[in-house]
Nanobody, 114 residues
């Protein structure tokens, strides 16, 4: 059973930066994807960034060039560095892992003020 715990959300002004981290426990076997999604108020959950099983990175067009996903294999963590944040980045950010089934963290709130 995989458990994902996010940290690092908060309130920041537009143009600022935040770094989210996700600690994974329980073993990432048969890993197909590891990354981040977000859900803004009244919106559906959307893909943000991820690592594929082969280690390739993928980003949504809305964050490409501003967000960077990274992974620490020794600590079993995945992080999301978010730069040049915009008010439309305001959302609850969820860590996600696909290992035969989908696993989700509890989410961490990112609020960007204009």
């Amino acid at each position: 059973q995989v458990q994902l715990v996010e940290s690092g959300g908060g309130l920041v002004q537009a143009g600022g930066s935040l770094r989210l981290s996700c600690a994974a426990s329980g073993g990432l076997f048969n890993l197909a994807a590891l990354g981040w999604y977000r859900q803004a108020p009244g919106q559906q959950r959307e893909f943000v960034a991820s690592f594929s099983a082969a280690g390739n990175t993928n980003y949504s067009d809305s964050v490409k060039g501003r967000f960077t996903i990274s992974r620490d294999f020794a600590k079993n963590t995945v992080s999301l560095q978010m730069n040049n944040l915009k008010p439309e980045d305001t959302a609850v950010y969820f860590c996600h892992c696909r290992a035969l089934v989908d696993y989700w963290g509890q989410g961490t709130l990112v609020s960007v003020s204009s």
